[in-house]
C-alpha cells in the first residue's frame, strides 16, 4: 500500500507567469536590468529543482545563499543538457569551496574579510579564476563593506588578480517593503552608487551593479541597475502589502502574480467524536455537539506552525474547516462537520485554492503571527512535491 502523504504542487505555468509580470515591469527602463530570480532557502520551500524545471530557460541570473546551491543547480544543468545560467552565491565561502565554484563558473559575492584565504586554494588548485561581486552595507547592517572600507577591500580583490576577478557590486534593502515612503531606501541607493563609483574606479572599469530585491523591483526602478534579484515574487507573493500600495502607485496598474504552490493532505482517519470529548495534546479543544473529525498526518516537524494551534482553518470540498486543539509535531486534527456528510477519505487542502476558495500563504502567516517569507520557506524539504501544469519535459 502507498503511503498517506503530504503534497506540495509547484505550478509550473504560475512560476513561468510571474517571470514575465516581473520582466514586464523591468522592461518599461530605457536600458531594462536583466531577470534573476533567488532561489535560496529550497526555492522558498517550493523546491530547487521543481522550480528550475519550471523557470530555468526563462531567466539570465539565480541567486542562492549556499556553494551546494549552486553545485546542485550546475548538476540539475548537466543532467538535463541545459545551458548554464549565471549563479551567484551571497553566502559564506570556505576556502575549498571557493576552488569548486570557481570551476564551475560560478560567482561569489564577497561580503567580509574572509575571502583572503582563497587565493592559495584557488592557486594551488590550478583552478579557473573565480569571478566575485563585491556587497557593500548600504544601510542593512547584515553582510559586506561599509562604505569607508569599500576602496580598502576593491584594491585587495583587484591585487589577487588572476586568482579572483572582480566583475561587480551588489547591496540590498532594508526596509523598502516596510513603508511607502523611500527615504531610506533612497540614501541606501546614493550610497551604494558612491561605493560602486569607488570600486569601479579601483577596478579600471565599470562593474555591474545590482540592488534590488522583489520590492524595490516593484517600487524604484532607480534602483534596476544591470539586474534585479526577485525573490518572494517569483513564488507569486507579494513582499508586503505596502509594496502592492506603492506599486499601484508607481505603475498606474498592478501585475498579476498568481501563487505557485498548494498543499494537500489526504487524511490518515475520518471519525465521529461524542460530545464531550477533548481534542490534541492539553485537552485544549472538547467537542460541544458531535463532531466529525478528520486526522490529517501533517504537523509542525512538516513545517505547519504550531502557532497555528487552535487558529487556522483547511479546506475540504471548497469549504473552510477549523483545526481544532494544539497542532501536533505529525498530526493535526480538524473538524469536518460541516463539510463532510460521511467518513469517507478526504483531501484537505492547507495552502492554495480548493473550489472558490483560497488560503493564501499571508493569511496563514497573520494566524501564525509570522511573514508569508517563513511560511513558504520552513515548508520540510522531505515533503513530495510534485510540478503541475509544466510540460512533460520539465518535470523535475
Ligand atoms: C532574499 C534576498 C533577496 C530576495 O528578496 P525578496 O524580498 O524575496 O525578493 C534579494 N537579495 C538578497 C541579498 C537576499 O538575501
Redesign the pocket.
Known sequence: MTRIASVLEIDAAALRQNVLACRALVEKRPQPPALGV?L?ANA?GHGLTEVLASVHDTIAWI?V?TPDDAIAIRAWERAHERPPVEILV?GPVHADEAVLLADENVVVAIGDDGYATWRNALARAGSRPLRVHLHVDSGLGREGFIESDVERHARAIVAHAPELVLEGV?S?FANV?DVTEQEYARAQVSAFERAARTASDVAGRPLMRHQ????A?FVLPEAHFDVV??????YGLW?SSETRVSTRVVHGTLPVLTPALAWRVPSQVVRTLPTGAFVGYGCTYKTSRATRVAVLPVGYADGYPRALSGQAHVLVDGKRCPVIGRVMMNHIVVDVTQARENDAPLVATLLGRDGDEVLSAEQVAVWADTIH?EIVARLGAHLRRVVVNGDAHKSA
Open positions: 533567488v535560496k522558498y541567486d545563499i551571497i551588489l540590498h517593503e534590488s530585491a522583489s520590492a523591483t534579484r526577485v525573490g518572494i515574487s517569483l513582499p517569507y
